[in-house]
């Protein structure tokens, strides 16, 4: 697996994270597509972490036998590809 600037810095994976969550308002969400543009390794890494947030969730819904919606269902901001 290749080393990208996520394993590197930590503020950048935080940032990752609440982009997949959502929780970016619109200019970071804007600053951090424009950066994941320009960098095909993060592009793809940030591509498989939403990927895998997803199967996650499917997985989650599968067995949540409660009725609750599992706090992994949330859908990620916007699609990478």
């Given at each position: 697996m290749?080393?990208?600037e996520f394993d590197r810095d930590e503020t950048l994976t935080d940032f990752l994270t609440d982009y997949i969550d959502g929780n970016l308002n619109r200019a970071e969400q804007e600053?951090?597509?424009?950066?994941?543009?320009?960098?095909d390794k993060e592009r793809n890494f940030a591509r498989k972490a939403m990927l895998g947030k997803k199967a996650l969730s499917r997985l989650a819904d599968k067995y949540n036998t409660s009725g609750k919606k599992s706090s992994y269902s949330s859908e990620p901001a916007i699609d990478i590809e």
């Open positions: 290749d080393i990208t600053s951090f597509e424009d950066y994941l543009s320009q960098n």
